[in-house]
């Protein structure tokens, strides 16, 4: 009898709703009495998203931090893989980092030691609605991080258009119509904060060997793309399912006569860990200003730092904006920066700085 773990991963840019997503499946899997295995890959030296899932869920995870498991951290996926599958969890999953190429993870699992140990059941990538459509200019110096962008939307079979809230349907239009552009075959779903049918998404997902899910296994369809669409296909309305025996694609097959460049994950992104010193503390104002004062493009920041009006609360900005969030974090806090033609020097010395100034206001 096949005994193959089923496994699901999670792909889409920085900020576009993974861990969100990850923490509805999680919860669902607790609710369906299942065990899973947690890998997540994380580029900073300091783990935030994994934080959040062990204080949301309470289930142990397997991390891969400071670098891209396509790239640096390839050689730890392996024995990282190896480890949770002693465990002998129930279900697999697996969050990538925001410059990750899911099809090699994909590959990866298709290969020995694991093709018959993984059962790759969902490939799921989410994209940002509201600025999924600057990415290759704002990128474009960048090409193989636009490449993997890419990539992520071509390498899945199920993709989620979050953050449906925060823009027009006319820019939703152009959004859909580019990720047909990429992928005439994935299913697609329109969600607000990840908001997916987490138990449909998982059924089955517990019984080991089960195939993937057929046409006829599930009622849940993708939303319609654009009938006048260019892209557009005569099946619109696609099941919420993986597709069975659909090769990889591992290249970027985005653009006609485009020279493939390898499959890099990204070059010009690097993250850097900013620790807040002991009893230091700040205000949510003075720590968007000097985000807002470093030179180069900030992508995502996150981390746990000491609000002087509101304690230790969870950081996070992504498209521009700040979410808080009260945390038990215990400690003095740091926040991770990623970001493109940053100076890690630079921003450290501003940010002692800050609480130097801060300090010498309130020593007499």
């Not at 940002?128 to 600057?134: N, S």
Request: hydrophobic residues 40%; contains cysteine; neutral net charge.
């Amino acid at each position: 009898m096949d005994t193959a773990i089923p496994a699901v991963w999670l792909s889409g840019f920085l900020g576009s709703g993974k861990t969100t997503l990850l923490v509805k499946l999680l919860k669902e899997a607790a609710n369906k009495g299942l065990r899973p295995g947690i890998l997540m890959n994380e580029l900073g030296k300091q783990d935030v998203d994994g934080m959040i899932l062990q204080e949301e869920t309470g289930f142990p995870i397997e991390k891969l931090l400071d670098g891209c498991v396509c790239c640096s951290k390839k050689e730890e996926l392996t024995q990282s893989l190896e480890t949770i599958l002693h465990t002998n969890p129930d279900l697999l999953f697996i969050e990538l980092t925001g410059v990750a190429n899911p099809a090699e993870i994909s590959e990866l699992l298709s290969k020995p030691p694991f093709k018959d140990r993984i059962n790759l059941r969902h490939k799921i990538t989410l994209l940002d609605a509201e600025h999924a459509l600057e990415y290759s200019s704002r990128f474009s110096a960048d090409k193989a991080l636009v490449q993997t962008l890419q990539q992520q939307l071509a390498a899945a079979d199920l993709i989620l258009v979050n953050k449906t809230d925060l823009v027009s349907e006319a820019k939703l239009s152009k959004v859909m119509n580019l990720v047909r552009k990429h992928n005439l075959a994935a299913a697609i779903r329109t969600t607000r904060y990840a908001e997916v049918d987490a138990g449909e998404l998982l059924r089955d997902c517990g019984q080991t060997g089960a195939s993937p899910l057929s046409a006829a296994d599930t009622g849940i369809q993708a939303d319609p793309v654009e009938k006048d669409s260019e892209h557009a296909v005569s099946t619109a309305r696609r099941p919420f399912h993986v597709l069975p025996n659909r090769p990889e694609q591992h290249g970027p097959a985005f653009s006609a006569g485009q020279k493939q460049t390898g499959s890099a994950s990204y070059t010009g992104v690097k993250t850097f860990t900013l620790p807040c010193p002991a009893g230091g503390s700040v205000s949510r104002l003075e720590l968007q200003q000097f985000l807002e004062t470093l030179q180069g493009q900030i992508l995502r920041a996150k981390g746990y730092v000491n609000l002087a009006d509101a304690g230790v609360c969870l950081m996070q900005y992504a498209g521009g904006r700040f979410t808080w969030e009260s945390s038990k974090y215990p400690g003095a806090g740091y926040v991770v920066i990623i970001g493109f033609m940053l100076d890690p020097d630079i921003a450290a010395s501003a940010w002692a700085e800050l609480f130097r100034k801060k300090q010498s206001q309130i020593t007499p």
